[in-house]
């Protein structure tokens, strides 16, 4: 009759083993969640570009306006909050949501930006994002010229942050992407020739990272 005995590991090497998880752990897991928030982020800009086209064009259609008469926008001035306001309604009127007001927004280079002053109209969203809507503003202001693709001086009077403004980083290019209007249409910041364009480094702003992310699908601009 035989008898097998039973071998066990070491302690030794029970401790071995689980060190070398451990390390392993340590080296994939944080470049794990690294991609997984990259393509949350992504997906997230797609889908604001997405909306805001939408309702751009339901707005259009339905109220009959443009952006250069919005009902209510009257030689606006730089400062104009009520046009901004005007602006939040009709897109609220497509997008739902709840009306507030937000605050500061910071640069990507960590500089404090304070759009226009704080309290801007905004938008929170029921799927959690908040819209943050500056004031229209005619060339030298806020218009794309249509079909050319170059703003006039100004951009980005709408703001997407894309996990609402209560949670942060409240930053561009990391959860806050910038939108411009044109008369025809809604165009992301920073394409080539127009807005932000060459502002989304690490030592930039990051006004310009919405077109980055809408063209390369990544973040990388974050590691240089």
Known sequence: MKIFKNKAFTLAEVLITL????????????????????????????????????????????????PSNYPGIENPSANCHACAKIKRDLYKSQLGGYSRTNGYI????????????????????NNGMTITFGHDRSCGGAWLQTGKLTACGSG????????????????????????????????????????????????????????????????KYLKK
């Open 19 to 66: 060190g070398i998880i451990g390390v392993v752990a340590a080296i994939t897991i944080p470049t794990m969640i690294s991609k997984y928030r990259e393509k949350a982020t992504i997906t997230r800009v797609q889908k604001a570009y997405s909306l805001l086209s939408l309702a751009f064009r339901q707005i259009t259609e339905e109220y009959g306006v443009t």
């Open 106 to 125: 910071y640069y990507l280079n960590g500089a404090l930006w304070l759009p226009s002053g704080s309290n801007l109209p905004s938008l929170d969203l």
């Open 156 to 219: 980005s009077d709408i703001l997407v942050d894309i996990n609402g403004a209560n949670n942060g980083p409240n930053t561009l290019g990391k959860d806050v992407f910038g939108f411009t209007t044109a008369l025809d249409g809604i165009y992301p910041d920073g394409l080539k020739g127009g807005y932000a364009y060459g502002t989304c480094t690490l030592k930039g702003t990051g006004k310009g990272c919405a077109a980055y992310i809408l063209s390369e699908k990544n973040q």
